[in-house]
C-alpha cells in the first residue's frame, strides 16, 4: 500500500480507503462489514469513512466498534455532518447547533475521543458560511477533530470558504470528498485546479461509478443477484446506461493488456492524478479489497491513458 498527504497538510492516507456508505449497519451483515474493517486493516488501508447519515447513526456504531481493538493512532477515522438524523427544524443543515450536537452524537456512537477528519457532507444554502466555519473551528480547538473537509462543494464556494476562513484566522478546510471516476468527471474543470491552489487534496467517492466499472453488469442482462443495482431502492439508471457500458467493454480490453483487473484500472486512473489523495472505495466482502488494493502504486503507460481517454470522451 502507498501513502499521500492529504492536501497541504502533513497527514498522510493510504491511496485506497474503505467507506460504509449503503453497506455497514444496513444491508451488508455486520459479521462481513467488520471482516472487511479488518481484512482492510491488514493490507495496510489506514483510512476509514463513514458519515452519521448511513442509516441513522448504525454505520459509525459499526466502523466504531470494529476499530477500537486497533491502537487510534494507526488509523484516520472520517465522518461528516449535514443530512437529517430527526424529524425537527434543527436536525439537519450546517448550524451550530446542529453541527455541534452531531459531532459529539457521532463521537458517542464511534466510541472515540476525536475525529481525524469531519466534513460538512453537502453545502448549505441556509446557514451563513462563517456560522458553519466557526463551529468547525471551534470542534478543532477543543480537539473533538483534527482536519476539516467539505463533500460536493462547488469551487466557488470552497473559494468562499478559503476566503472567509484566512480573513477571521479559522481552521482552513484541507479534504474535498466528490463523486469522481472515469464516467464522472465534473471536478476536472473547476474543483481540482481550485482545490490545488488553495492546498486542499481530493478523497473521491464512487470511483467504480457505483460498480459499473468492475464489469458485473452486461448489456442486455440483468443486474446479477446482490448487486446494488439488483437492490429494490436503488436507482443506477444515470450510469447504468447503454452508452456506458459500451465503454465499459473497451476499457476491459486495455485493463488485459496492462494486466490488471477492470477495477485496478479505474482506481489507478483515478490516482494518476496528484491532487487526488485517497480513492475510497466499498466492499461488502473481504476479498474485494485483496484485488482493489492492488491497483495502489500502479503506474498506467502513456500509451494507456492515451486509449482511455480517446474512449471515455467519445
Known amino acids: 500500500m ?12 493510504s491511496e485506497i480507503s474503505l467507506g460504509s456508505w449503503l453497506t455497514y449497519g444496513g444491508y451488508v451483515e455486520e459479521q462481513n462489514a467488520v471482516a472487511s474493517i479488518n481484512q482492510a486493516y491488514e493490507l495496510g488501508i489506514n483510512f476509514f469513512d463513514t458519515a452519521n447519515v448511513y442509516m441513522r447513526g448504525e454505520a459509525e456504531k459499526v466502523v466504531g466498534k470494529a476499530l477500537n481493538k486497533y491502537p487510534r493512532s494507526s488509523y484516520v477515522l472520517a465522518t461528516k455532518v449535514f443530512g437529517n438524523m430527526g424529524e425537527g427544524p434543527n436536525d ?13 452524537a457521532s ?17 448549505h444554502q441556509e446557514t451563513p458560511l462563517e456560522e458553519t ?16 473537509g467539505v463533500s460536493e462543494w462547488t469551487a466557488e464556494q470552497i473559494t468562499e470558504a478559503v476566503h472567509i476562513a484566512d480573513k477571521k484566522l479559522l481552521d482552513r478546510i ?16 473547476e474543483v ?18 457505483q460498480g459499473v466499472l468492475t464489469g458485473k453488469y452486461k448489456k442486455g442482462e440483468l443486474p446479477p443477484a446482490g448487486s446494488r443495482a439488483a437492490q429494490k431502492d436503488m436507482n443506477l439508471s444515470h450510469v447504468l446506461t447503454e ?22 484500472l479505474a482506481l489507478a486512473w483515478i490516482l494518476r492524478q496528484p491532487n487526488v489523495a485517497s480513492a475510497l472505495i466499498g466492499a461488502s466482502h473481504p476479498e474485494q479489497l485483496v484485488e482493489n488494493v492492488k491497483a495502489s502504486g500502479v503506474k498506467l503507460s502513456s ?12
Open 2 to 13: 502507498q501513502y499521500r498527504r492529504l492536501g497541504n497538510t502533513g497527514l498522510k492516507v
Open 92 to 104: 439537519h443543515g450546517l448550524s451550530r447547533k446542529h453541527i455541534m450536537e452531531q459531532c459529539d
Open 107 to 123: 463521537l458517542k456512537r464511534l466510541g472515540m475521543d476525536y475525529i481525524d477528519i469531519f466534513y460538512c457532507h453537502r453545502f
Open 133 to 148: 466555519l466557526r463551529a468547525l473551528d471551534d470542534l478543532v480547538r477543543q480537539g473533538k477533530v483534527l482536519y476539516l
Open 174 to 189: 484541507v479534504v474535498n470528498q466528490p463523486n469522481y471516476s472515469m464516467l464522472q468527471r465534473y471536478i476536472e474543470k
Open 192 to 209: 481540482l485546479p481550485v482545490s490545488e491552489k488553495h492546498g486542499i487534496g481530493q478523497v473521491v467517492f464512487s470511483p467504480l461509478a
Open 243 to 264: 452508452q456506458n457500458l459500451n465503454k465499459v467493454e473497451q476499457l476491459k480490453k486495455i485493463a488485459a493488456e496492462e494486466n490488471l483487473s477492470l477495477s485496478q
Open 303 to 314: 500509451d494507456s491513458l492515451e486509449q482511455i481517454n480517446e474512449i471515455l470522451n467519445a
